[in-house]
């Protein structure tokens, strides 16, 4: 079985760079006419597909998902419609192949510039969201790249649905239907070979839980886009207008609890703690989320909070649970970020301008905001049209990543007959 999966991948591998040749060069008019196919088929599909979701619904309820998979795994109407609000965004959007920026000419006479090119084929592995077929599919297309789709098992009907539309849109266009494949197998030997084919594949994008990531990161022989956890923060600082901290902070937990940017520790500063906690934990009862606090929030709200372990600052619950600490000012919240989060999205709630403009530059995470929620860390809220996934590592791709995170530059020269002297 082994060697039927690596032959198995091997050719999807191969026809996956002979469809990266042929997308590399595809016109803008191209890939948009096949975009509009993708969505004419899902469009025609849609009973299909969310019956297909309704059917891994139910193996998921019965093999006792947690709530945070379950809600990644649905698809509703409104989210199918959402999708496809989400590709004809993914359409308007420019293209960014072939952009020929930073020209100048050299003293030799020659003109330098840098353009705009894809990676090639771009693998992703992910968990549930059946979504995220589609848009992984578009960005990868708009940016000129093939996509090889290895989605979680435990949405392998929704998956396959989606894709056999998308797979109908490219054809009525045109393109190779290998520019985009998702894998039909559940066996898991499909991802080892996904993440070491190296002469097919040039970059991988894990998407799902931290256990998943890091088996792809210290397994792959592939450069990996990543980020391993989703510990978000939102600090009250002492000159914060509390009237927006208080639906932020309720926004940023609660808005939906099974997401890489929904905030887990909220930090609140010692000068407004007595007046904003008990507020803001009236309204977290609301909604029943449990709180695990430092022993000074604990003395404001006595038995709402449980004590807090040193643990909880680690923690990326998914969840109705909120760790709250109270800080004496910024530098200690800025350095509790630091030491804690994972320089996913973080953000801060303040009047003070000066002291925004210091936590922008200080709190070194891909995302940092002033008085806004973190769940406005998201390639559909940034404008991306979608996004392919959330990079924390600080090389090629930061944060969200859509059409430009998707390709790379070369240098190319323009010249009249120089020769080197």
């Known amino acids: 079985m082994q060697e039927s999966i690596e032959q198995y991948m091997h050719t999807v591998g191969q026809q996956a760079r002979q469809a990266s040749r042929v ?10 006419h096949a975009l509009s196919a993708i969505y004419t088929a899902l469009e025609n599909n849609e009973a299909e597909i969310l019956a297909a979701n309704k059917n891994d619904m139910a193996k998921a309820h019965n093999n006792n ?12 109407p409104t989210r199918f419609k959402g999708m496809l609000h989400g590709l004809k965004d993914v359409i308007a ?5 072939g952009e020929i920026t930073d ?60 894709a056999a539309a998308i797979q109908h849109g490219l054809k009525a266009s045109g393109l190779p239907e290998s520019c985009v494949q998702v894998i039909k197998t559940k066996d898991r030997e499909a991802v080892g070979q996904l993440i070491t084919m190296s002469e097919y594949v040039d970059v991988i994008v894990p998407r799902g839980g931290k256990g998943l990531i890091e088996r792809i990161t210290n397994d792959a022989r592939i450069p990996v886009i990543k980020h391993l956890d989703g510990n978000c923060h939102v600090y009250v600082e002492a000159q914060a207008d509390l009237q927006k901290a208080l639906p932020i902070a309720l926004n940023a ?8 940017n929904a905030m887990e520790t909220l930090l609140v500063d010692e000068k407004v703690a007595d007046e904003f906690l008990p507020r803001i934990a009236e309204l977290y009862a609301e909604k029943q ?28 619950y998914l969840g109705p649970i909120l760790a709250i600490k109270i800080v004496s000012g910024m530098d200690e ?14 953000a801060i709630i303040t009047e ?26 998201d390639g559909f809220e940034y404008g991306l049209g979608a996004e392919i996934g959330i990079s924390t590592d600080k090389i090629h791709a930061r944060g969200p990543v859509g059409l430009e995170g998707l390709t790379s530059q070369k240098w190319v020269v323009f010249g009249d007959g120089q020769i080197r002297q």
């Open 23 to 32: 997308l590399s060069s595809a016109s803008t008019q191209i890939k948009n």
């Open 65 to 76: 998902l947690d709530s945070a998979l379950l809600d990644r795994l649905e698809l509703t």
């Open 93 to 97: 959007l420019t293209d960014p192949i």
């Open 103 to 162: 020209l100048a000419y050299r003293p030799s006479g020659i003109q330098l510039g840098k353009m705009r090119v894809p990676l090639g084929v771009v693998g992703m592995i992910y968990e549930s969201r059946p979504n995220v077929t589609l848009e992984a599919a578009s960005l990868a297309l708009k940016s000129g790249n093939a996509i090889i789709l290895r989605g979680g098992s435990e949405a392998l009907e929704s998956n396959q649905a989606i």
């Open 253 to 260: 937990k609660t808005h939906r609890y099974g997401v890489c």
């Open 289 to 316: 989320v449990e709180l695990r606090g430092c022993t000074n929030v604990r003395r404001i709200l006595g038995d709402q909070v449980q004590p807090a372990s040193e643990e909880d600052w680690y923690e990326e």
């Open 333 to 346: 919240a800025i350095d509790h970020i630091n030491q804690y989060g994972s320089h996913h999205t973080d």
């Open 352 to 377: 003070n301008f000066s002291l925004a403009r210091q936590f922008l530059a200080r709190v070194d995470s891909s995302s940092v905001m002033i008085n806004a929620s973190t769940r406005f860390a």
